[in-house]
């Protein structure tokens, strides 16, 4: 394709800039954070690393931008298949404490489960956008999930179990572009909201009355019916069972990932310390350099998983209302995008883009003002990694992709 097919718009070239702007604002942070603990040498600090890998990220994230999509669509398998050739051998590097989650060559390391984010999203995009697919036929649903539950479940093994959360909720949001119908999409949700309602006899009563008016609305014949309730009953029922077979510390970990405990010694002192630390910065902040949470080192992993609480104590109230602006107008675009992209294909790449990304804001956001679980989820574009910078640049670049050729199909 001629780069004068190419149509950008003023909107494209504003969310570049905003790009650009959370990647300085992610430079600024980890400066600040790590102010006190870096190497002398400046090409071995974190900043100057951190520097590098933006870099190369922007240099990926043009060449992307200018790529014909049919190149991206017809390497999507196997880019997918590359991906899970990568998490495996994360198993043949030596790990910390059976942790096996990174790729090490010489002094490099890299996340594969960052790029695996990537390899899914190409996957179910080149999958579901087939002519012959049929969302209403349980064989291409269940390929689907089957492409995301691969990686999930070895990413599950490593053990990253945050990431691979984001794994689940990249699928849904595509299949429902894709043209799942509604109703199958809340009978696949359904089973969560039985699993979270079973602990209590009146609350799971009530969840149950819900279900069965809402499935006797969908009509969908008597035997959907009686499948979709009986499943949900049996959520229900089996449920409490597997809980009271579990060992006393599985259950803590489980109710301190879900924030429901709190672990003062481990996460929840993380939490507490990045509330304090996003308090005290108050509306305008106490100033770059000058936030004594972040300056003392209370907050662990503050230039990465934490980091937005770098900004809240030292930007304070308005820096990160901005930075939640930022990344609102960039999700609002990413949506806006989509909608009107005439290749399905493309189209699918950029919700699916967006979702990721959402997703990351939200829980990285959440857990860092204590309500989601501490997972260890980056902030996108602002966290220190090498893996995460790259990975959303990419994203990134698949979005825009899809923007500046929104007309072709």
Known sequence: MEFRDLKFTPTDYIVIAI??????IGLAAIYS??????????????FSKQTIWIIVGLILMVGIMFLNPKYIQMFSYTIYGISIMLLLLTYLFPGSAGVHRWITIGSMQFQPSEFAKIGVLLALAKYLSEEKRNLGRLKDISISFLIVLIPFLIIARQPDLGTSLVFI??????????????????AILAPVLSLMSAFN?????VAMIVLIVIFYIFQRGMKFFLFNMLLNIGVGLITPIIWGKLHQYQRHRILTFLGIELDTYGTGYQVIQSKVAVGSGGFWGKGFLDGTQTQLRFLPAQH??????V???EFGFIGIFLLLIMFYILLLRGIYIATKAKS?????LSIGATTIIGIHVIINVGMTVGIMPVTGIPLPLISYGGSSIISMLLLIGMIINTSVRRYKY
């Open 344 to 348: 399905q294909f493309s189209s699918l």
């Open 311 to 313: 900004i809240g104590e």
């Open 19 to 24: 790009v650009i702007l959370l990647v300085l």
């Open 33 to 46: 954070s790590t102010y006190h603990i870096d190497d002398n040498s400046p090409l071995k600090s974190n």
């Open 169 to 186: 909720g990249l699928i849904l949001p595509v299949l429902y572009w894709a043209g799942l119908p509604t109703y199958l999409l809340f």
């Open 304 to 309: 990465t998983d934490f980091i937005f609480s």
């Open 201 to 205: 006899f009146y609350t799971f009563f």
